[in-house]
């Protein structure tokens, strides 16, 4: 038997259509194996609170190994699991190829899958996961406004923590009627691309619903980036939620209405010669990943895989081509960078890092730790107290660094870290960091 970690890891397709992957007690005898690997590991016990919760029971069972677990309490395990992906990336060494055969993620969301089908889910995290819904009602106009204040207000959100279950100390986005879908219509412009390497320089922006609704001047400045550099780039005319907070809740059904609304858009886009980004790592992990793994033998799914870029390899990608302008006449100065997990899972270098640094008198330091948010994880009365422990190194490593400017790739992790920070009160996107140091 080889050991782990000797090649690089492979992802199986995620049999969700097959009979066995719904039988419950086929899921039970698999969970029971992988769970008594990890027993015996132990390496990824600095993640999140899934290891700690399945090492603590196994400690504290009858027999101190994992048949003296009483099968009931394994959902306690998959109720930590948020799907960061980092155990399979960055820890286990018995990952595929190996013949153990470990993908915890995975095995995680077959059993939310299973959760969710024969128990379904509260009221607040169907709503939570409905964010093309909830995102477009809050975002109207005046409704706007009172929900940013109400949100606001301490006595408000004591109320609803007791009542929905939303931590009063959680930060909730603000939402903007003027989204991003108004905002871009007259920066877009005609521009002749020009073919670097493997990218057309022909974009289409998959706005997403946070980067519409709650952060679109992040949006306006992936505009004036691109076509800084020479780059054509519009949105995509019809975009529905990505599908990702729905995976993550084990809606499966939900995942797959979104890919048949999303998929044809976004492969007609690129038959058109676009390549495909987007301002938030999970929706890029989306398409570049759970989506081909849950789809293998759909075409336009693998077509549109094929070209998704997450932002900065991008223009990574241009700038070995010398096709990225270097002059820039403001320094960014001390930087510290949060690298989202959905990002570092895409196995593709720290490239906002390595863009940024090409900015005169700049130094990024980048921070591999997870932030704990998770979009919902940290929202959640029950979760959240546990989502604050994941963040403190983190947290720590800004508050130590004192730096100029705090970002990451996620708006959502950044908010949370700038929470809880005694440094630091503003957070700020690689990409508006990048439009500033252009003098955009």
Same mark, same amino acid.
């Given at each position: 038997m080889r050991e782990g970690n000797l090649e690089a890891p492979t992802r199986h397709p995620i049999d969700w259509k097959s009979e066995d992957f719904w039988d419950k007690t086929s899921l039970e005898n698999e969970l029971e194996r992988v769970f008594d690997i990890c027993h015996g590991c132990r390496r990824c016990v600095s993640l999140c609170d899934s290891f700690p919760t399945l090492f603590d029971l196994v400690d504290e069972s009858s027999t101190l190994e994992v048949d003296g677990v009483d099968k009931a309490d394994y959902s306690k395990v998959v109720d930590q699991c948020y799907l960061c992906d980092l155990c399979y990336m960055t820890k286990c060494p018995y990952v595929p190829p190996h013949d153990w055969n470990v993908d915890f993620p995975h095995l995680m969301l077959r059993a939310k899958a299973i959760k969710f089908k024969e128990e379904g889910a509260k009221l607040r995290d169907r709503v939570l996961t409905s964010t093309d819904t909830v995102f477009a009602m809050t975002s109207i106009p005046l409704i706007d406004i009172t929900v940013n204040a109400l949100n606001s207000n301490v006595g408000f959100r004591k109320?609803?923590?007791?009542?929905?279950?939303?931590?009063?100390?959680?930060p909730i986005p603000k939402f903007h009627s003027n989204t991003l879908r108004k905002q871009v219509r007259p920066l877009i412009r005609d521009i002749t691309p020009t073919i670097i390497g493997k990218t057309t320089g022909k974009l289409a922006l998959y706005a997403s619903c946070y980067g519409n609704y709650n952060s679109p001047h992040i949006g306006t400045d992936f505009i004036k980036v691109f076509q800084h550099n020479g780059m054509h780039i519009d949105l995509v005319p019809k975009e529905k939620c990505c599908g990702m907070p729905k995976l993550e809740l084990g809606d499966l059904e939900s995942v797959n209405a979104l890919k048949e609304v999303n998929i044809p858009i976004l492969a007609r886009l690129v038959d058109e010669g676009y390549d495909l980004t987007?301002?938030? *790592?999970?929706c890029v992990l989306m398409y570049k990943q759970e989506l081909p793994l849950l789809y293998p033998d759909d075409p336009d799914v693998i077509?549109?895989?094929?070209a998704f870029f997450d932002p900065f390899e991008y223009l990574w990608l241009r700038h070995r081509g010398d096709a990225l302008k270097t002059e820039f006449p403001n320094a960014l100065g001390d930087i510290a960078y949060q690298v989202a997990c959905h990002q570092r899972v895409q196995n593709i270098g720290l490239k906002t890092r390595d863009v940024l640094n090409l900015v005169q008198e700049t130094n990024v330091t980048a921070l591999e730790r997870c932030s704990g948010h998770d979009g919902t994880y940290a929202v959640k009365k029950e979760t959240h107290d546990k989502s604050v422990k994941i963040a403190r190194p983190v947290v720590r490593?800004?508050?130590?660094?004192? *730096?100029?400017?705090?970002?990451?790739?996620c708006p959502m992790a950044a908010a949370h870290i700038t929470n809880l920070s005694e440094k630091i009160d503003k957070t700020e996107h690689p990409m508006t960091l990048l439009r500033m140091a252009y003098g955009l």
């Open positions: 109320v609803l923590e007791s009542t929905v279950g939303i931590h009063h100390k959680a987007a301002p938030i *790592p999970s077509k549109v895989q094929a490593k800004v508050d130590q660094q004192d *730096p100029d400017h705090f970002m990451s790739d």
